[in-house]
């Protein structure tokens, strides 16, 4: 790890001991990661030079999730839908699905589900890209004219997640709702008005949407930073990059799960 | 021939190595190495494969820190510089890469623009300007708008020298120019080195194993063997010269103080023979 934050150290990374093989070698690797985060941060003053890069990368994260996000959001939402007017109709409160669909939706599936098909979409594709420039030498490359790669490729690419995520789990929500409506209004047969108006005097601006916004900044944040660290320590090998690209879905699932609770439980 | 440091040397050297010991996952690669990068001249460094002269340049560029010993460049003594003095020195070297390292994702051209763009606010014609010069000195003028995965090896790594040299550095670093260059790019990229050298003034040092091109271009040669300098000196010295060390290098032998295998059981009872036998 002292690699990547010390140029002085070799620039490529110990050899690839395929699966973390211990308990130590895991925490070793949390606290890595952590310094790693530090290393990225420090280095964002410096990439506010490199605007446009960062503006590159929250359009490939970004932008272009857009359609699997959207898709996912509106199947979401239909089964959401399907599913709670079920339920809701065993009590006869059917009335209730546009509030119960997107306060979930605010609260907890936009914010996770979102992130779960990020890490997916864009961390794996800037694991594999950073792991090749590693491979390659092109972070060498970078060092050696001068320009920071933590500037340049690092921190561009967790703005870009931490800008990216709430926009995303924003839309994802948008069509959820839309899904739901499909659903119980369009086919199931509720009452359009009672829909909106039950959902727009139960949803608080601050207390769900705004809470959901938070996490969703926190959970772009965890996955750009477990992506471009998976990438930037993997060994320069195909086999190093292939297990890199693994363990940033496997890695970013569990911990946007588990912070998904701690951040539940203190925004609550 | 036994002093490590040639002749040459009497003009303030550049790059200054002195007492330089490193250890790479156990195995020593420099047990008290001293050479001097004479300033304004190419110096070629030699020896064996896995001698460790392409770690000698990344202890010079700051890539790797040394186990012990100085290493100057240009005043500086590069293990003990922060990252941002060690950048600001960067800015004045050029390295080429073995493996060329291009960045993928830019075309020819903004590759070799891409040092200019990082540290210059230079106007877009002149930046144009400079890169096309370049780009011609190498004989690519007419790659510029091709993607670097479209390029031969050999092409790659011209553009990789433009690259390093499109800032005009006080200090180049060849990691073997030659490798995959067919006779006519050769013979130019040879032009080149010298011609920088002369007409700029700038110091080269080139890590190579074909001493045929490097007694063309080198002022000066350090023979690197067994983690020391093993021999130095221009290369009409070396080549006449009657060390163990150059005999063998430049003769090409099998025998001789470098072994040709690498360390190994024996190979009798490696093919199962009783040991005896052989």
């Given at each position: 790890m002292s690699s990547v934050l010390d140029p002085k150290k070799p620039t490529t990374p110990a050899p690839s001991r395929g699966e973390l093989s211990s308990l130590g070698d895991s925490i070793a690797q949390v606290g890595a990661c952590a310094l790693f985060l530090l290393a990225i941060l420090a280095a964002v003053p410096k990439s506010l030079r490199y605007i446009k890069e960062t503006i590159r990368q929250i359009w490939f994260t970004g932008a272009m999730s857009l359609v699997i996000i959207m898709t996912c959001g509106l199947f979401v939402g239909m089964v959401l839908g399907l599913q709670l007017y079920y339920v809701l109709s065993i009590f006869g409160g059917t009335a209730a699905l546009g509030t119960v669909v997107s306060l979930s939706l605010y609260r907890e599936l936009g914010p996770v589900v979102t992130a779960l098909l990020f890490a997916g979409r864009a961390g794996t594709s800037i694991t594999a890209e950073i792991g090749l420039m590693r491979a390659t030498d092109q972070i060498a490359a970078m060092e050696m004219m001068a320009v920071d790669p933590m500037a340049y490729v690092a921190a561009p690419r967790f703005i870009a997640g931490v800008i990216a995520m709430p926009l995303l789990a924003c839309v994802f929500n948008m069509l959820g709702i839309f899904g739901a409506h499909l659903v119980g209004v369009s086919w199931l047969g509720l009452d359009n008005g009672t829909f909106w108006s039950n959902m727009t005097s139960s949803v608080d601006v601050w207390k769900d949407v705004v809470n959901g916004v938070w996490k969703s900044c926190a959970f772009g944040a965890v996955v750009a930073l477990i992506a471009v660290f998976q990438g930037y320590t993997t060994p320069p090998t195909s086999e190093g990059v292939a297990y890199a690209t693994t363990r940033t879905v496997v890695f970013s699932s569990i911990v946007v799960l588990a912070l998904d609770f701690v951040m539940t439980a203190f925004l609550m | 021939m036994s002093d490590p440091r040639p002749a040459a040397a009497v003009s303030p050297a550049l790059v200054e190595v002195r007492g330089l010991r490193t250890t790479l996952g156990g195995k020593v690669i420099f047990d008290g190495v001293d050479l001097d990068i004479p300033r304004g001249k190419v110096a070629a460094i030699m020896g064996?494969?896995?001698?460790g002269k392409t770690t000698l340049l990344r202890h010079i560029t700051g890539q790797l820190a040394p186990d012990a010993g100085k290493i100057v460049v240009d005043g500086k003594n590069v293990p003990s510089l922060s990252r941002n003095e060690l950048f600001d020195l960067r800015e004045k070297i050029g390295f080429l890469f073995q493996n060329s390292a291009l960045l993928t994702d830019f075309t020819v051209f903004e590759n070799v623009a891409f040092p200019l763009r990082q540290h210059m606010k230079l106007p877009e014609d002149l930046v144009r300007n400079i890169v096309l010069t370049k780009l011609q000195a190498v004989g690519l003028r007419g790659a510029a708008e091709l993607m670097p995965s479209e390029l031969s090896g050999g092409m790659a790594r011209r553009v990789a020298l433009a690259r390093a040299i499109v800032r005009d550095p006080m200090l180049i670093l060849y990691d073997e120019p030659f490798v995959g260059l067919d006779p006519i790019a050769l013979n130019q990229v040879l032009r080149l080195i010298r011609t920088l050298n002369d007409t700029l003034g700038i110091t080269s040092v080139l890590v190579a194993h074909e001493f045929a091109a490097v007694s063309r271009v080198a002022d000066v040669v350090y023979l690197i063997a067994g983690g020391k300098v093993a021999a130095s000196g221009t290369p009409a010295d070396l080549a006449r010269g009657d060390s163990p060390w150059t005999r063998q290098f430049f003769g090409g032998e099998a025998d001789g103080p470098v072994p040709f295998q690498y360390p190994a059981r024996d190979y009798a009872q490696d093919l199962g023979f009783p040991a005896s036998t052989r």
């Open positions: - | 064996p494969s896995g001698t």
